[in-house]
T-cell receptor, first 118, second 115 residues
Framework: AQTVTQSQPEMSVQEAETVTLSCTYD???????LFWYKQPPSRQMILVIR??????QNATENRFSVNFQKAAKSFSLKISDSQLGDTAMYFC???????????????FGPGTRLSVLP | DAGVIQSPRHEVTEMGQEVTLRCKPI?????LFWYRQTMMRGLELLIY????????DSGMPEDRFSAKMPNASFSTLKIQPSEPRDSAVYFC?????????????FGQGTRLTVV
């Protein structure tokens, strides 16, 4: 079974600074997808960024970028120019791609609570 | 599209009662997931449907839990009878995973309280 690990339960960063959240995963699969989700106090799960394992280029979305190291099974999230609205729980997620049954085992890590300080 | 829609947003029920949670996935998405979120256990995958067919229900905690997806636009998660330890936030998510295009979005969740 696939597992996702986030080793930082809590982190804080000063507004306008850069922060990196860590994520590692365990799988024997070659084709899969990785995601970062943000959950603010409103509890809504918001998709931040996604990465297909077959793509070598790291995904970027405005201030958010990832460092995808397939061999090391590492998928970290970098938030640049942190804003107060970035304060939230951040979850790393893994989705397996197996034949015609896409998306089996869409599993999440335990989350990292990020606080952006003014 | 309005996104993934869950109802109700909040549910308070007495122990032993039947509870039904509802989900409308994003039109065109072919996969649907039900999750339970608690402080102790985080986000747990309960069941997954692909093209309306249940693929993996190994996360369903007990026989008291059941899920159905009668068509591509509707799914239910039922707990009968409910117990206080079922209190949690239940999320529904839908996804489209065609080659070269992946996305997975969540509903706003249902906060269930069983007293």
């Amino acid at each position: 079974a696939q597992t996702v690990t986030q080793s930082q339960p809590e982190m804080s960063v000063q507004e306008a600074e850069t922060v990196t959240l860590s994520c590692t995963y365990d799988t024997s699969e070659n084709n899969y997808y990785l995601f970062w989700y943000k959950q603010p106090p409103s509890r809504q799960m918001i998709l931040v960024i996604r990465q297909e394992a077959y793509k070598q280029q790291n995904a970027t979305e405005n201030r958010f970028s990832v460092n995808f190291q397939k061999a090391a099974k590492s998928f970290s999230l970098k938030i640049s120019d942190s804003q107060l609205g970035d304060t939230a729980m951040y979850f790393c997620a893994f989705m397996k791609h197996v034949g015609g049954h896409y998306g089996q085992n869409f599993v999440f890590g335990p989350g990292t609570r990020l606080s952006v300080l003014p | 599209d309005a996104g993934v829609i869950q109802s109700p947003r909040h549910e308070v029920t007495e122990m032993g009662q039947e509870v039904t949670l509802r989900c409308k996935p994003i039109s065109g998405h072919n996969s649907l997931f039900w999750y339970r979120q608690t402080m102790m256990r985080g986000l747990e995958l309960l069941i997954y449907f692909n093209n309306n067919v249940p693929i993996d229900d190994s996360g369903m905690p007990e026989d008291r839990f059941s899920a159905k997806m009668p068509n591509a636009s509707f799914s239910t998660l039922k707990i009968q009878p409910s117990e206080p330890r079922d209190s949690a936030v239940y999320f529904c998510a839908s996804s489209s995973l065609y080659r070269g295009n992946t996305e997975a979005f969540f509903g706003q969740g249902t906060r269930l309280t069983v007293v």
